[in-house]
T-cell receptor, first 111, second 113 residues
Framework: GDSVTQMEGPVTLSEEAFLTINCTYT??????LFWYVQYPGEGLQLLLK?????DKGSNKGFEATYRKETTSFHLEKGSVQVSDSAVYFC??????????FGKGTSLLVTP | NAGVTQTPKFQVLKTGQSMTLQCAQD?????MSWYRQDPGMGLRLIHY???????DQGEVPNGYNVSRSTTEDFPLRLLSAAPSQTSVYFC????????????FGSGTRLTVV
């Protein structure tokens, strides 16, 4: 079945450091891929998405490129801020409508 | 727009009690779903609905019931709460279509003692 694998956290970075959170997926069809962010005590918010191979999703300085050949959708940001501290979830939708989530990666950015 | 509204935000139940978690959306989304979030487990799908009168089971449906009598509302019922149901519950909705992201509610933190 479909599945999403994320790098385990927590990830701790200093402010202005470069961020990469790895995400790989297994799917039988041609899924749409998503990154969600969850700030402490809140629900999940859609951060970015990509619906076909080689698409790049971007938002708030974050980027991720849909790589079909490596079945990956890694999240990157060039310079993180303290306010980026949150839990990040990679997810996919293949057949049907249900989002299939990875287990999440906690990010802590220190001043 | 209010988006997705979940009530209550916090709840403590005794084992064996029943309750209903409420979820309402005002975006005319066809698709609604319930997830539970547990440490180290990510989010797991409990039940979902693709329209009024249509519901189906997700990955972890046991112990939960749902119904969808209107487009706006999708309540989750716990008939006899168990400590294993201690979790944070999220309701999410979207338009039908594979490329649409979900809009999430702010969650209900449930503790069963």
């Amino acid at each position: 079945g479909d599945s999403v694998t994320q790098m385990e956290g927590p990830v701790t970075l200093s402010e202005e450091a470069f961020l990469t959170i790895n995400c790989t997926y297994t799917a039988t069809g041609y899924p749409s891929l998503f990154w969600y962010v969850q700030y402490p005590g809140e629900g999940l918010q859609l951060l970015l998405k990509a619906t076909k191979a080689d698409d790049k999703g971007s938002n708030k300085g974050f980027e991720a490129t849909y790589r079909k050949e490596t079945t990956s959708f890694h999240l990157e940001k060039g310079s993180v801020q303290v306010s980026d501290s949150a839990v990040y979830f990679c997810a996919l939708v293949d057949s049907g409508y249900a989002l299939n989530f990875g287990k999440g990666t906690s990010l802590l950015v220190t001043p | 727009n209010a988006g997705v509204t979940q009530t209550p935000k916090f709840q403590v139940l005794k084992t064996g009690q029943s309750m209903t978690l409420q979820c309402a959306q005002d975006m005319n989304h066809e698709y609604m779903s319930w997830y539970r979030q547990d440490p180290g487990m990510g989010l797991r799908l409990i039940h979902y609905s693709v329209g009024a009168g249509i519901t189906d089971q997700g990955e972890v449906p046991n112990g939960y019931n749902v119904s969808r009598s209107t487009t706006e509302d999708f309540p989750l019922r716990l008939l006899s709460a168990a400590p294993s149901q201690t979790s944070v519950y999220f309701c999410a909705s979207s338009y039908l279509g594979q490329s649409n992201g979900y809009t999430f509610g702010s969650g209900t933190r449930l503790t069963v003692v």
